[in-house]
């Protein structure tokens, strides 16, 4: 097998499917983002929203949006510099931003059917990115062993 720089196999391992499916979970993650947000808001002024479950609820969200660029960056650099470590990064915390966007589907305080709706196609494409992660490692995981 031929190789280049460091003992690394020649050929492209990185995945396209999966650095798409990245850039698509970010676009609708700031939808995302936005909307909850402005779901919150409206449901704080329309509805009696307990002020310890309002901070909650933002916080969380402000939670989830920064593990969200962490998902990014990790799978982002994981996939283009084929770095198994950064893979398994992306993994462990798109498993949290599961529970989180979990959590914002059943758990927080009012759950509108918007909420389900764009939590569940949240959940849907984390979902798909951690098995192309998944998919993705093992790849790599095979060649570099």
Same mark, same amino acid.
């Given at each position: 097998?031929?190789?280049?720089?460091?003992?690394?196999?020649?050929?492209?391992?990185?995945?396209?499917?999966?650095?798409?499916?990245?850039?698509?979970?970010?676009?609708?993650?700031?939808?995302?983002?936005?909307?909850?947000?402005?779901?919150?808001?409206?449901?704080?002024?329309?509805?009696?929203?307990?002020?310890?479950?309002?901070?909650?609820?933002?916080?969380?969200?402000?939670?989830?949006?920064?593990?969200? #660029? +962490?998902?990014?960056?990790? =799978?982002?650099? @994981?996939? /283009?510099?084929? %770095?198994?470590?950064?893979? $398994? !990064?992306?993994?462990?915390?798109?498993?949290?931003?599961?529970?989180?966007?979990?959590?914002?589907?059943?758990?927080?305080?009012?759950?509108?059917?918007?909420?389900?709706?764009?939590?569940? #196609? +949240?959940?849907?494409?984390? =979902?798909?990115? @951690?098995? /192309?992660?998944? %998919?993705?490692?093992?790849? $790599? !995981?095979?060649?570099?062993?």
């Amino acid at each position: 097998m031929a190789t280049h720089g460091a003992g690394r196999p020649a050929g492209v391992l990185s995945s396209v499917t999966f650095q798409l499916l990245l850039n698509l979970t970010s676009l609708y993650f700031v939808f995302y983002f936005l909307f909850t947000l402005g779901l919150i808001i409206r449901k704080s002024l329309v509805l009696s929203y307990p002020e310890d479950d309002l901070i909650c609820d933002v916080s969380l969200l402000f939670l989830l949006a920064a593990l969200d #660029v +962490l998902h990014f960056f990790c =799978g982002v650099k @994981g996939n /283009l510099t084929e %770095s198994q470590g950064y893979i $398994l !990064a992306n993994l462990i915390v798109t498993g949290t931003t599961v529970l989180l966007a979990v959590y914002f589907l059943v758990w927080q305080t009012y759950v509108m059917r918007a909420d389900v709706i764009i939590s569940s #196609v +949240l959940l849907v494409i984390y =979902g798909l990115d @951690g098995v /192309l992660a998944v %998919s993705t490692l093992a790849r $790599l !995981a095979s060649v570099y062993s």
